[in-house]
Structure formats: structure tokens, C-alpha cells
């Protein structure tokens, strides 16, 4: 995370120049998470990885287009050139992890190494191959695979919005900034690095990102199945009945955040307890909350450290404040800050 931070950084200081200059950081931060997602489940396999994640992007696109397309049924089976395209490119993907898995094994076999790696996908097939009484390879095989296309479509697009929203935010309000940047100097020197171990001291910057999970949940609504009829207050919920969780509108309800629900105000998490489960929902609750919440802070917390620590920003004059609301919450025409490189 530090090192593809680091990299990041660096272009983007060559890139705004000594006076500063615009960026797209919803862009940036899209790659960059991307990035780091690649290497964590891939590590030594990262750029088969990368090519693999550029497949399942057009993939989910073409998914996305095609839904938008006239639909009767049976029309998913017909060859036209979007059903043609899905086909070739679940092909790919499929074709390329069965590559990086059978290389993984090979090294293994032939005594390079004694483990498969200690990434996302060495860690599965470690499990995999010390589960003895298990032979349903082709089963587990498969299983291995969607876990990786599962980790890769969960855990990067979600941070990229959290971060996209909270520069917004920091940039719009520069006594926060200021403030986020005196602690980062405090914690880590002014050009030191961050370390994991001090994370938890950022305590200004977590409130700067809670506050930014509240307004901009990239997870907005929580879709659920009954298993059984239950009562909910007043209502009465039949089993099978579908029920979304309107996570935007429970972050944002006067009555429940007072009337300046619709501010950006970071010290409401910094006094006043708030119901975490119920009331602040960004990565759900319950046994099928986010599996990658922690992950998600930690990298965060280093990407935004490291790039306040490096830049001050303020907003461009071309962006145009408009959330869209496509299951996640997007900026629908980008979020363009002014850059300008700090003296470290
Ligand atoms: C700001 C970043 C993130 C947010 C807001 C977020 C939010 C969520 C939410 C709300 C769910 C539950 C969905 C549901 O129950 O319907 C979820 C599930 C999940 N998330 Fe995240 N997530 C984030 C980052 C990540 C990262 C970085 C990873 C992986 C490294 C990840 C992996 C997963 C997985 C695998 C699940 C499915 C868990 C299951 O079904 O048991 N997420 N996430």
C-alpha cells in the first residue's frame, strides 16, 4: 500500500508541477486501488493479475450495458455481440487464473518453494492442499477463482469512492485539511512514511472518514431475503420477502444526526455515541458485514496520510457537484482538485 502510495504521489507531483495543477483524483484513485487489490491477492503474479482485473472490468461493463438492452426469455443465450463479448471475456478470465494457479502449483511441486505465497490466492490454495480428506479439486478449484473475482469487485471500487469523497470533502474544507495535516506531521515526521502501528493515532483523520462513510456510503442500499416471518416495530415482514436497507437515507435522517445531518461535521463522531450497528452502517453489521473493513481503513488511512502530507488541494472550478446513485454513489462528472506540492 505505502509503496504503490509512494508511486502515485511522486507522478502526481511531476505531473501538477511546482505551481499545482488539476486532477481527476477519482481517476487516480480508481488505479491506485486497483493496484493495491492486484497485489494483494496476487503478489509475486501481480501483472497476469492486472491483466486479468482489466478483463473483469470490461466484463462487468459489458454486464451493466447489457442489462440496459431490450430482454426477453432466453435472450441471454443469443449470440449477439454483447452476448458474444461476455462470453469471450469470462473465457479470459477464467483461462488466465487457471494459468496463475497452475503456476502457483508447479513451483510448489517442483520444490521452488514450499508454500503457494502468502497473497490472497497462496493463502486459498495452502487451505486447499492441507485439507487432506477434501477431493472435489474441480469444485474447490472454482470456488478459489470466484473468491478471487469476489475480493477484486468488493474490495476496490468501494475504496476508491471513499477516498474520491473524502479528498472532495478535505478539499472543500480547508480547516480540516489543515488540521488532518498537523496530526499526520505530528505521527509520522514531515516526510516520514506511515507505519501501520501508528494508524490508530490518527484520530482526526478517522473522524474525517466516518464523516465521509456517513454522507458518501459507497455501499447505499443492503439488500436482504426474510427466512422466516418477523415483526419490524409496526410492520410485519412475510418470509421470502425481499427488504432494502436504505443505507443513504438512515446516514442522512435529521432524526436521527440532528439537523445538520446534511453537513459535513467530523466531531459529531468525536463526542456523542452513536449507535455503530444501526445507525452508521457503511460496511453493514451483522455476520455478513464487510470482511474487508478493516483492510479498507488501513489503506485509507495511508493513502489519504500520505497525500496530505504531500499536497494541498483545493477544489477546481470545473467540478460539478453531482452524486448519482448507481447501487454505489458516484461524483457523475469526476472530482477535479488543484494539487500543489508541499515543501516536505
Ligand atoms: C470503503 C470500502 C468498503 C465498503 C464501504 C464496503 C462495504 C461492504 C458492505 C456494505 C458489505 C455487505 C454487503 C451486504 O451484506 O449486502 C461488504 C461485503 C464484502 N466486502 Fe466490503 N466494503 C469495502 C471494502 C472492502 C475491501 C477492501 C474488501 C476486500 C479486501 C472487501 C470485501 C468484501 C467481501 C468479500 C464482502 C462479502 C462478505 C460476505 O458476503 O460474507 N470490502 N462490503
Redesign the pocket.
Known amino acids: 500500500m505505502v509503496e504503490c502510495t509512494s508511486r502515485l504521489a511522486e507522478r502526481l507531483r511531476k505531473e501538477a508541477g511546482e505551481g499545482g495543477g488539476e486532477v481527476e483524483i477519482g481517476e487516480e484513485m480508481h488505479k491506485l ?1 486497483a493496484d493495491i ?1 492486484s497485489r ?1 491477492e496476487f503478489g509475486s503474479s501481480f501483472e497476469k493479475g492486472k491483466e486479468l482485473f482489466n478483463h473483469l472490468t470490461v466484463l462487468q461493463r459489458r454486464c451493466a450495458q447489457a442489462t440496459r438492452h431490450l430482454c426477453f426469455p432466453g435472450s441471454r443465450f443469443l449470440p449477439s455481440k454483447y452476448n458474444r463479448e461476455i462470453k469471450y471475456l469470462k473465457m479470459e478470465v477464467e483461462r488466465l487464473l487457471i494459468e496463475i494457479i497452475q503456476s502457483r502449483r508447479d513451483c510448489a511441486e517442483m520444490g521452488r518453494s514450499s508454500t503457494h505465497g502468502d497473497d ?1 490466492l497462496g493463502l486459498l490454495l495452502n487451505e486447499m492442499d492441507s485439507d487432506k480428506n477434501n477431493n472435489n479439486n474441480n469444485n474447490n478449484l472454482q470456488l478459489i477463482m470466484d ?1 478471487c473475482k ?2 477484486f469487485f ?3 471500487e ?2 476508491a ?2 477516498l474520491t469523497w473524502t479528498m472532495m470533502l478535505l478539499a472543500d474544507n480547508p480547516t480540516w485539511q489543515e488540521k488532518v495535516r498537523d496530526e499526520v506531521r505530528e505521527v509520522f515526521g514531515c516526510d516520514g512514511l506511515p507505519s501501520v502501528d501508528r494508524l490508530s493515532k490518527l484520530t482526526s483523520l478517522s473522524k474525517v472518514i466516518n464523516e465521509s ?1 456517513r454522507l458518501y ?3 447505499t442500499l ?3 431475503m426474510a427466512f422466516e416471518d418477523l415483526k419490524l416495530g409496526d410492520l410485519t415482514i412475510p418470509k421470502g420477502l425481499s427488504i432494502w436497507i436504505p ?1 443513504l437515507a438512515i446516514h442522512h435522517s435529521e432524526e436521527l444526526w440532528g439537523k445538520d445531518a446534511n453537513q459535513f461535521n467530523p466531531e459529531r463522531f468525536g463526542g456523542r455515541p452513536f449507535a455503530s450497528g444501526r445507525h452508521f ?4 453489521a451483522g ?7 478493516q ?3 488501513m ?2 488511512k495511508i493513502i489519504l496520510a500520505t497525500l496530505i502530507s504531500k499536497f494541498k488541494f483545493t477544489i477546481s472550478n470545473n467540478y460539478r457537484h453531482a452524486p448519482i446513485v448507481v447501487l454505489t454513489i458516484k461524483p457523475k462528472y469526476g472530482v477535479q482538485v488543484i494539487l500543489k506540492p508541499l515543501d516536505s
Open positions: 486501488t487489490i494483494t490472497l473468491e469476489t475480493f468488493a474490495g476496490h468501494t475504496t469512492l471513499l462513510l456510503p459507497p455501499a443492503l439488500p436482504r443505507v452502517i457503511p460496511f453493514a455476520p455478513r458485514n464487510c470482511i474487508g473493513q483492510f479498507a481503513l489503506e485509507a
